[in-house]
């Protein structure tokens, strides 16, 4: 399944998986490049790309 959304500087997308909450917000640096801004819940964790499939001990 993929889901493709447009965002703008201050929008977010709300993922929730078992009654816990993930919120990805997109936000603009002074430099203005975009960013996104990752906020879950204790049992969520972020990894960029790279560093997932780099790491042994997450396969």
């Known amino acids: 399944m ?5 965002r703008k500087p201050g ?3 709300i ?6 909450l993930c919120e990805i917000e997109v936000v ?7 960013r996104l801004k990752l906020t ?6 972020f990894y960029r790309e790279e560093v997932f499939y780099d ?4 396969k």
């Open 40 to 45: 879950g819940d204790k049992s969520f964790n």
């Open 28 to 34: 603009k640096s002074p430099e203005g490049h975009l």
């Open 2 to 6: 993929a889901l493709v959304l447009g």
């Open 55 to 58: 790491n042994d001990s997450i």
């Open 15 to 20: 993922i929730e998986h078992n009654e816990e």
């Open 11 to 13: 929008e977010k997308v």
